[in-house]
């Protein structure tokens, strides 16, 4: 398998010189990630199939699907992709390299690991600040029009929230320095998890079911249903932020309430807490 990885990643480094690959490989494998992931959920929701995982019965019109994946074009490519070359500098600056040797799987891991442990971090801090009446009236309003979230949602935001909170998923491999084979990969799995905490369902076979701390579709969707002012849930992958400042209570009173039989109404019940 390591041969295979190594001679892919030979043909790439022999085709495509570094700007290329860092700039324009890391746009096309990210669009190719992202909607190869997200618009399945389109089309699970206009037929209607596997309902019975959908958390909310309310489905999107066609409408607001497709002005969704136009807004979603034009932000990728007129802002992602600029964000994308302008940032390649500070990357080659922090010790980036996409040459051989490939890194072991264990800096590979360990890498990874840490990515996703300070990108909650800053990503919950910084999501809390845009739940504040100025920002979230003027910001972040635009990402939270889909109260019903399906996958392609998740990057459904307002340029500049796609510059703040995007410093999260890259302030750890900007100041590490990566391989551009473990960038990528980082890229991969935060597309996919933030597709997945958005796209509506709560299959069995949902991580959340089997990792702890994990939050995924169940924890985020409550989250786009409340009033931004009593929302909650502001993490990103993992739950223990909401969890160490008590900004998920309303959601685990929920959870109980559900757990012991109790029929939700449709007034959920909210921590009622505000930045």
Same mark, same amino acid.
């Given at each position: ?22 700039? !324009? ?76 040797? !490939? ?40 990402? =939270? ?12 935001? =307002? ?19 990566? =391989? ?39 924890? =985020? ?33 929920? @959870?109980?309430?559900? @757990? ?16």
């Amino acid at each position: 398998m390591a041969s295979i990885v190594e001679s892919g990643w030979r043909y790439l480094i022999t085709n495509f010189n570094d700007f290329q690959l860092a700039c !324009l490989g890391s746009f096309f494998l990210h669009e190719s990630v992202f909607f190869l992931s997200g618009l399945p959920f389109i089309y699970l929701e206009r037929a209607g199939w596997l309902s019975k995982y959908k958390i909310q019965t309310k489905n999107n019109s066609p409408a607001a699907q497709e002005k969704c994946i136009t807004r979603l074009l034009l932000y990728h490519f007129c802002v992602n992709l600029p964000v994308m070359i302008a940032s390649y500098p500070v990357f080659k600056f922090m010790g980036m390299r996409s040459s051989l040797p !490939l890194p072991s799987w264990k800096v590979v891991s360990t890498q990874i690991v840490f990515y996703f442990i300070l990108e909650d971090f800053v990503f919950y801090w910084g999501h809390r600040v845009l739940h504040t009446k100025w920002l979230y009236k003027h910001v972040h309003s635009v990402h =939270h029009e889909y109260a019903t979230p399906f996958g392609l949602t998740s990057e459904y935001a =307002h340029p500049a929230e796609i510059l703040f909170l995007g410093f999260a998923t890259i302030i750890g491999p900007a100041i590490t320095g990566p =391989h551009l084979m473990t960038l990528w990969l980082w890229m991969v799995l935060r597309v996919l998890e933030t597709v997945e905490a958005h796209c509506g369902y709560h299959f069995p076979w949902s991580l959340s079911n089997f990792l702890p701390l994990y939050g995924g579709a169940d924890f =985020h969707d409550y989250h786009h249903r409340l009033l931004y002012t009593k929302s909650g849930n502001y993490s990103s992958t993992f739950i223990y932020m909401d969890r160490i400042f008590g900004t998920d209570t309303g959601y685990r009173k929920l @959870k109980a309430l559900k @757990k012991a039989g109790v029929e939700d109404d449709g007034k959920d019940t909210c921590n009622g807490k505000e930045m």
